[in-house]
């Protein structure tokens, strides 16, 4: 993602906009944007401007101008004021002009209460001015500079507080509080705050930048350290650094910081630079590097360049909304400019680990940042949008999210930018790379430098480098590859030590040591990815002879016997070797070409012979000697001696005094001689001594004060001095079995005092240590370094090896190693003779030591410098590969002459060697030439020279390399003659068949090999001098051909398989056919088929094979078919006929090849409609059989009816689903073009069922109104009294069904039944009788309905059944419910009237609730039911009028909660807002006489009435239809509190006001007696329905407009839906 921004529109909608204006502000207030004031024209006028504008983008769609307007004071006019957000809903405006005016006064906006307010501030204000700068800095606002008119331009800074207590501002004036210069005076200028450290809560400095004075104009920057000093607390001017600023003068820009992690950005657009130059290019400043630039515009156009204009930052879509502004016209536009890409999220990425991983992905990386969250976490890995992939990741902490990378294949190894986004919130910005790599290829991988020369050293590290190569052979730029060296000899007998180190960067340095000369294998292997298999690099294993680094020196002179217990130093360039026997001292003289040993004549008296002893270097002249074994009597020594030798050359002894130490392991550090550890006796002793060795007379040796680590006693160990540090190592040390074994400790005393030592045991060391051992030698190499060599190791068998020890780093570094072969069975005689290591032997065989050897070790191995041995052997490797190179093209040359050369052996042998030499040598050449080439790269990055080298290396392949280009253009020729020849074989024929064809195959396929195994010569050659990618052409015809002729093959023999089988399949009878296998052996050879190589399709042989298979699949199918059941005699005659040959099928030796001759393939249509018919005739033939079969067993089933020997029928249910099915499988065979052999049976069970269907419906219709008919017409007196005619037509038509009823029950059979002839129309005449009859009753009702209406809501059924038993009052009472909305039933004196009588209701009970409501006088059930319901109608609604008249006069004599329970809960209601409605008109009448508060403190009666009757529903002792009482009661009071509520509130004082007239009111008419309900206009009697005990719906708002709205629909004689 490219850090750049871009321009866009924003499309505002709306028609009123703010006017164009410039010197205006625009603020960020939460989610509001704030426009006020500035410079514009209004009404055609300049002028200065005050209205206030905000922008809302609540809808993004949306996004409009809204101008707000504001009641009380606000600002005057002004332009050029700034206005800073306080908070998110307040604002604060300073300053600015209007014309020659400028204010000082401060003004607070608040948006929530839109509203101005004008602020009182403590302390003098500064001086009015426009053109200056205010910045929020936490609860202050910094105001610097501007212009006050009449030439004052000022540089002071004010404090506006807004911390004052109870919201109080106040000014202070810090311009003499601030320590430094700060800027000279200007206006016009920007101001901006920033931190300095990453992530920041807090910001450090402000900024100003730029502006201008009356005379010129800035390009200034100055920075106030807004960190108060820790002394003064003063802030200061920082005068030293210069602070960011633009590259150019420039003022009226506008310039704001915006937070981004880690840093701050501050963006910078528009402004003026010179006369009419008006800017319109946008600077960043990042707050990390503090440096500006300007970000690419990635798309969108630049708006025009303006100044006096503001902006706001949107961080809904991370972009900066500008605004109008000036340039040389007041402008209006609103432009945004998106800076999400600059910005960010609110979170970063700093680093990952690791920086690099493989191209298949799967490395786990833990990325680290800032202020991550949990959350959906994705990871996108890419430069661009063409090669991003976006993975999810995991939040590990606020610092952490781990991710697996991606597979990276398909985009191949690049360098990547890693970015997180946390729920969607956008990319990280900051650049965080991960390298991709391709997999290390050992086939690509190799090695050079020194230790891979022909010949290297023992002893010494060889140094080799490893160059990494990925499977597209790129070198590797990172580390991390497992390469693993191997030193062999070539016997395999001794493995040398080796280490590789990764250098991070693709190249390994690899080294290796071995003990001894001999030839070696150096083996390089590589673990590849995903496998533990090492595979060696290219070249591997290298072959090189190891040859001897010690130089040997002549002996001349006395030579030494050999000895034990002896000890070499070197004083000057003198060998100086005491001790072991009684030779006395023998000095080896090493300063000219031979050394020569000598026996030294000592003076002074010398010390008795000794052996393991001590020799200590006391100066460059002088040795000490103590303590040793007595050869005399094996008596341990602790005496001690001075060997010096002397100016003139002289040697001589002398001997102090001995105080008390008999320790053996001696060690002088400047004047002092240390006495460390040692034996005495057999025995490890502990104590430790030293003694001042100028002191010549008497040697006072004094045990030093040791601290720190306790040293175990040792013996046989071996100590050396640096510095004022003493190092001792190994030694011998007993065991738990007191056996004495080799130890590998290591003891640090450091010299902090006189006589003070600081002892530190096995102190940590870097590098391998050396093995433990004793009896070695140790000296100082050199300052800070201390040289081991040497010693017997725990087995007791000498080592030879030498070690460095760095003290300072305490590092071990092996310096040689060497076969312990090479030393005396005793232990090595060595010392060092400056910086080298000498050492002593014997010739095999020889008692003396006269061998001396010296190794430079040091030396060699610098000698052995990549840089240095490459150097010079790079070139003698070039020049032995041009002088091969001479020889062959030499050789080649002579080639060119066939004539001659075909007369001269010599030549010919000299053209064969050639070759051998080129083709054996091919592999060994490439690899030299880029070992070559890597070494010249590599000393070239070392600033070694090296383009005269790689040009003669070009050089010298150059002309080779066009003799065999020529070749291989003669060769390309050839072969391409011989692929267009090749397509004339007949073999791509598939009429040559596969006896000729394979032949041909087979010769052209050796030619092909023979020109193939050419083009590979050819190939050789032309590698070795980097063009064999020419070579690919050719060598791709030749293997295209290969394959061409192989694939052709695979042709016939695909042919010769399938042939094969299908002989076999054609001989099989037809009674054993098995075809389901035939069909699955054909779809394997069209799969094999189609398995054979696209390439080829096109040729005739693989069509021949192709149609030969897919003819024989499709007669397959056709011989399944054949074989069908279903066939019978006249399918096979049609199938004759249609192929025109005649066959028998029925012969017992009919084949499948009879059937095949007929070739089926060419009559496929034919034999599908064949197969077809046969199959869908055996489908008719078995339906048939079917139907016949079932609809012999169906019967009607007989229900009986009533009380009669009469039963009706009904066909079951099964035998229905049967009928519908069976009658669908008869249209279909009807339908199927094949019916002709069975129409007359189709044709016939189609009529059957048709008859079964039609005769089952009607009789059933028959039946239905027949048995409801039957009881009215034959039962029901009143019907026939009343249908005289009817009646007589029913008793006929009742005497046929009954005959035909009883006919079916006779015969049983459904088919039998319903196929009888005329009983069709027979039944439809008696239902057309029927339907006479049903409208004559339906007449009947009619004329019941209309004396009863309320019979219209009672269904037929239940209609017949009142009017069939309306002499019987008693069964009439179950369909009351049905008739009256609330009434259950009526109870009545007599429940079993005797006959002949009725009974009288007494009352009514609900259905509705519980309750039950007496009559007052009996009501007889007389006369026909209709008449009687009537009379029940009215009884109810006067019964009911009579209990709430008195229910009126029962209200006041007794209380409400009381009351309620002695009345019906419908009229408790009623009573309840008649009073309701009389109070509440007192309460009016009260207030019209002047009491106000008459209606709130009937409000407050109606709570009390509520209350207790809320109280009342506590009972436990309430029965249910009480407690509903109650509860309906207090629905209705609560209904009216809020009604009474609203009127308060709205303050209707009149009884004719509407929010009272518009209720619902009922009122008791005295002067008739009846309640009255009204509405507005509207008056209507109650209706006096009974509606029993049921709940009462809550009355809504929505229940009173109902209320009106039925009301007056109902009053003006309109219909009204109440539903609804």
Not at 107 to 123: A, Q
Not at 895 to 923: C, H, P, R
């Amino acid at each position: 993602m490219t850090q750049s921004i871009y321009w866009e529109p924003v499309p505002v909608t709306g028609d009123v906009f703010p006017a164009p204006r410039s010197g205006h502000s625009f603020t960020t207030l939460g989610e509001r944007f704030i426009l006020f004031g500035g410079n514009g024209r209004l009404g055609g006028k300049p002028q200065a401007l005050n209205d206030l504008w905000e922008l809302d983008m609540s809808e993004p769609e949306e996004i409009k101008w809204k101008e707000l307007s504001i009641g009380g004071p606000a600002p005057s006019a002004r332009a050029r004021h700034t206005s800073v957000a306080v908070d998110d809903a307040r604002m604060v405006v300073f300053g600015g002009l209007d014309k020659n005016k400028r204010f000082n006064d401060v003004w607070v906006f608040n948006c929530d209460e839109k509203s101005w307010t004008l602020k009182e501030i403590e302390g003098a204000a500064p001086e009015p001015r426009a053109h200056f700068t205010a910045t929020r800095f936490g609860t202050r606002i910094l105001i610097f500079g501007g212009y006050g008119g009449c030439g004052e331009v000022y540089n002071d800074m004010w404090v506006l507080h807004l911390d004052g207590e109870e919201g109080a501002f106040r000014w202070e004036n810090l311009t003499e509080q601030i320590d430094g210069t700060g800027p000279p005076p200007r206006f016009d200028h920007c101001a901006f705050i920033y931190p300095i450290e990453p992530n920041s809560p807090t910001f450090d400095k402000l900024v100003i930048m730029g502006g201008r004075d009356l005379s010129q104009m800035f390009s200034d920057s100055h920075c106030l350290d807004l960190r108060p000093n820790e002394e003064t607390g003063r802030l200061s001017w920082e005068n030293d650094a210069q602070p960011p600023t633009l590259p150019y003068e420039i003022c009226n820009n506008i310039c704001n910081g915006i937070e981004s992690v880690p840093f701050h950005k501050v963006f910078s657009f528009g402004g003026k630079k010179g006369p009419m130059q008006y800017l319109s290019t946008v600077e960043v400043m990042d707050c990390g590097s503090q440096v500006w630039s300007t970000p690419p515009v990635d798309h969108g156009v630049s708006p025009s360049g303006r100044e006096d204009t503001a902006w706001v930052f949107d961080a809904k879509t991370c972009s900066l909304l500008i605004f109008g502004g000036w340039s040389n016209r007041w402008l209006n536009d609103l432009v945004r400019l998106n800076i999400s890409s600059i910005i960010g999220p609110p979170y970063a990425c700093t680093c990952i680990e690791p920086e690099s991983g493989p191209v298949f992905g799967t490395t786990e990386l833990l990325i680290k940042g800032l202020r991550f969250r949990g959350g959906k976490i994705q990871v996108k890995f890419g430069n661009n949008e063409k090669n991003e992939v976006v993975v999810d990741g995991e939040f590990v902490d606020s610092t952490t999210v781990m991710v697996r990378t991606p597979n990276y294949e398909v985009f191949g190894a690049l360098a990547v930018d890693v970015r997180v986004s946390i729920n969607g919130e956008g990319w990280t910005v900051n650049k965080v790379k991960f390298a991709y790599f391709a997999n290390t290829a050992a086939r690509n991988c190799i090695a050079y430098g020194p230790g891979l020369l022909e010949t290297s050293l023992f002893g010494i590290e060889m140094p080799f480098l490893i160059q990494a190569k990925d499977t597209q052979n790129e070198k590797r730029g990172s580390g991390a590859d497992e390469f693993t060296a191997k030193v062999v000899s070539e016997d395999g007998k001794i493995t040398g030590l080796t280490r590789v180190v990764d250098t991070g960067t693709g190249i390994y340095e690899a080294f290796y040591t071995v003990p001894m000369t001999g030839d070696y294998l150096v083996h390089v292997t590589f673990t590849e990815l995903g496998s533990s298999q090492q595979v060696a690099i290219r070249g591997s294993p290298f072959k090189t002879t190891i040859e001897d680094p010690w130089t040997k020196h002549r002996i001349m002179g006395s030579t030494p016997a050999k000895r034990k217990g002896a000890t070499l130093n070197t004083v000057g360039t003198e060998l100086v070797l005491y001790g072991g026997d009684k030779s006395g001292v023998s000095v080896c003289a090493t300063d000219a070409g031979d050394w020569k040993w000598s026996t030294a004549t000592v003076e002074g008296e010398p010390p008795p012979d000794r052996s393991m002893h001590t020799a200590t270097l006391l100066s460059d002249s002088e040795i000490a000697v103590f303590g040793g074994t007595k050869l005399a009597d094996n008596a341990d020594l602790n005496d001690m001696y001075y060997l010096k030798k002397n100016p003139d050359g002289s040697w001589s002894w002398s001997h102090p005094a001995l105080g008390e130490p008999y320790m053996r392991h001696p060690l002088a550090v400047d004047r002092d001689f240390y006495v460390l550890c040692g034996d005495s006796g057999g025995e490890n002793i502990t104590e430790f001594g030293m003694t001042d060795t100028t002191d010549r007379e008497t040697a006072q040796f004094l045990e030093p004060i040791l601290t720190g680590d306790i040293p175990e006693p040792c013996k046989a160990c071996a100590v050396a001095s640096t510095g004022n540090k003493l190092v001792m190592f190994g030694g011998q040390k007993p065991n738990e079995e007191e056996l004495l074994l080799a130890v590998a400790d290591l003891v640090v005393f450091e010299i902090n005092g006189p006589n003070n030592l600081l002892a530190t045991v096995n102190p940590p060391c870097k590098g391998a240590a050396p093995a433990a051992r004793a009896f070695h030698t140790m000296q100082e190499y050199s300052p800070g370094k201390i040289f081991l060599y040497g010693g017997m190791d725990a087995n007791n068998k000498p080592l030879n090896d030498a070690w460095l020890l760095d003290v300072s780093t305490m590092t071990w570094e092996l310096v040689y190693y060497g076969s312990p072969e090479m030393v005396l069975p005793t232990g090595s005689v060595a010392t060092l003779l400056g910086n080298k290591l000498v050492m002593l032997n014997s010739n095999a065989g020889s008692p003396k030591l006269d061998m001396a050897s010296s190794l430079d070790f040091i030396g060699i191995r610098d000698s052995f410098n990549f840089v240095d041995k490459m150097k010079v052997e790079s070139v003698a490797i070039l020049e032995r590969l041009e002088t091969w190179i001479d020889k062959q093209t030499h050789a080649m040359d002579l080639a060119q002459n066939l004539e001659k050369l075909g007369q001269s052996f010599d030549s010919l042998l000299k053209v064969m060697d050639s070759l051998f030499q080129i083709k054996t040598k091919k592999t060994e050449s490439d690899l030299l030439m880029e070992q070559l080439g890597e070494c010249f790269t590599m000393l070239s990055g070392h600033k070694v020279s090296t383009a005269k080298l790689e040009k003669r290396l070009e050089t010298a392949l150059a002309s080779e390399a066009e003799r065999i280009k020529k070749d291989l253009e003669t060769f390309a020729s050839k072969v391409l003659n011989y692929k267009m020849e090749s397509r004339k074989r007949t073999y791509f024929k598939y009429a040559t068949g596969p006896d000729a064809a394979y032949p041909e195959l087979d010769k052209t396929g050796a030619e092909l090999t023979s020109l193939k195994k050419e083009c590979e010569r050819l190939y050789e050659l032309a590698a070795i001098f980097e063009f064999a990618h020419l070579v690919d052409p050719t060598m791709m015809m030749i293997k295209e051909s290969l394959e061409e002729v192989t694939m052709v093959k695979d042709v016939w023999d695909t042919s010769v398989l399938c042939e094969q089988q299908f002989a076999d399949w054609k001989a099989t009878l037809w009674n054993d056919i098995r075809t389901d296998e035939m069909e699955d052996g054909a779809k394997g050879f069209i799969k094999e088929v189609k398995g054979l190589n696209k390439k080829v399709r096109d040729e005739d042989c693989f069509r021949g094979v192709d149609d030969s298979v897919k003819n024989f699949l499709i007669s397959v199918p056709l011989v399944a078919d054949l074989r069908s059941p279903a066939m019978r005699d006249r399918h096979w005659e049609q199938l004759m006929t249609a192929t025109a040959v005649s066959f028998d099928v029925n012969d017992p030796s009919f084949k499948l090849d009879d059937l095949l001759k007929l070739e089926l393939h060419k009559f496929e249509e034919e034999v599908g409609e064949i197969v077809d018919r046969a199959q869908k005739e055996e489908k008719m033939e078995l339906a048939l059989e079917k139907l016949n079969e079932t609809w012999s067993k169906v019967e009607f089933q007989f229900i009986k009816f009533k009380e009669t020997p009469i039963s009706t029928i009904k066909m079951a249910e099964e035998d229905f689903e049967a009928l519908e099915d069976n009658q669908v499988l008869v249209q279909g065979m009807m339908a199927n073009r094949y019916m002709n052999t069975f129409r007359d049976a189709i044709l016939g069970w189609n009529k059957k069922l048709m008859n079964v269907a039609d005769v089952n419906q009607i009789m059933s219709e028959i039946q239905r109104t027949w048995a409801y008919l039957e009881s009215l017409f034959i039962h029901s007196e009143e019907v026939k009294k009343e249908l005289p005619e009817a009646t007589v037509r029913f008793a006929t038509i009742d005497k046929e069904v009954k005959e035909v009823l009883k006919t079916f029950a006779e015969l049983k059979n459904a088919v039998e039944c319903c196929n009888r002839d005329g009983l069709m129309k027979f039944l439809e005449k008696q239902q057309s009788e029927l339907e006479i009859c049903e409208k004559a009753l339906a007449d009947y009702m009619e004329s019941k309905r209309r004396a009863f209406p309320r019979f219209y809501f009672v269904s037929t059924a239940d209609l017949l059944d009142i009017l069939s038993n309306g002499n019987s009052p008693t069964r009439v009472m179950i369909h009351m419910s049905k008739c009256f909305q609330a009434i259950e039933k009526l109870k009545l004196d007599n429940d079993n009237p005797p006959p002949g009588t009725r009974p009288k209701a007494l009352g009514m009970e609900t259905c509705v609730g519980l309750e039950y409501v007496a009559f007052q006088k009996p009501l007889p059930l007389i006369a026909k039911v209709e008449d009687y319901m009537n009379d029940i109608i009215s009884t109810m609604r006067s019964e009911l009028r009579l209990i709430l008249k008195d229910s009126v006069a029962d209200y006041p004599t007794k209380a409400r909660h009381d009351w309620i329970f002695d009345w019906p809960s419908q009229l408790i209601l009623v009573v309840n807002q008649i009073y309701w409605c009389q109070e509440v008109e007192e309460a009016y009448a009260k207030i019209a006489q002047g009491d106000k508060g008459a209606m709130a403190k009937y409000n407050e009666l109606q709570i009390s009435q509520l209350t207790k009757l809320i109280e009342v529903t506590t009972r436990g002792d309430l029965k249910k239809e009480s407690r509903q009482k109650v509860m309906n009661m207090i629905t209705i009071d609560a209904h009216s509190r809020d009604i009474i509520a609203q009127n308060v509130e709205a303050g209707a004082d009149k009884v004719d006001s509407f929010q009272w007239v518009a209720q619902l009111r009922s009122y008791w008419d005295t002067s008739v007696n009846d309640c009255r309900v009204r509405i507005c206009d509207a008056s209507f009697p109650y209706g006096y329905e009974y509606l029993g005990n049921g709940a009462r719906l809550v009355i809504t708002p929505l229940t009173d407009r109902i209320y009106i709205t039925a009301t007056q629909a109902c009053w003006l004689c309109l219909g009204t839906a109440p539903a609804g």
